[in-house]
């Protein structure tokens, strides 16, 4: 069992009493916490569904780079065949869906617009998608020479790396 997000939640939230001294800002900050809590269970179940994997069992990275972004994703047990063959169907999977300018996916996970998915679809021909095989699982990367679609590209990646914290 991962004992490091229980961890890093207890960590946040004493930083967030500490930070809020006053005893109503105390009940905002649990109540923000809870809300926050609720919100990441949530969005998990909905990527085991879309996904088609335990999301417990995975590791997700999203990164930005100078020339698009990078998703990453690694079992957490290197010797669990079947999650590392679903990671490597889903990042296939994405990556044709991306490239016809379908997002779908991350909009049911996030229950929300994802930033920078509008651009992308709209200039869906000018991002070059590959896909590496690595230990564990796959990595999907998006590379592209416009600005304005790099810029998308970057928000999305930093958006989805904020969202998958801790996990």
């Not at 926050?36 to 995975?58: C, K, W, Y």
């Not at 957490?76 to 044709?96: G, P, W």
């Not at 049911?108 to 690595?134: C, F, L």
């Amino acid at each position: 069992m991962n004992f490091k997000v229980p961890i890093i939640v207890g960590i946040v939230i004493f930083v967030i009493i500490i930070f809020y001294s006053t005893s109503s800002n105390i009940q905002h900050a649990v109540n923000h916490v809870n809300i926050t809590d609720s919100n990441q269970t949530a969005m998990l179940e909905r990527g085991d569904i879309a996904m088609g994997f335990n999301q417990s069992m995975i590791h997700h990275h999203f990164m930005a780079t100078k020339t698009g972004g990078e998703i990453m994703i690694m079992s957490i047990n290197m010797s669990d065949i079947k999650t590392i063959n679903e990671i490597r169907s889903h990042v296939k999977d994405i990556q044709y869906e991306f490239s016809q300018g379908n997002f779908t996916k991350p909009f049911y996970i996030h229950a929300q617009v994802v930033p920078g998915t509008d651009i992308m679809t709209a200039k869906k021909n000018m991002i070059q998608y590959s896909i590496e095989d690595i230990d564990g699982g796959s990595v999907l990367i998006l590379r592209a020479n416009n600005t304005e679609l790099l810029d998308a590209i970057q928000q999305f990646m930093n958006f989805q790396s904020t969202q998958h914290m801790g996990h």
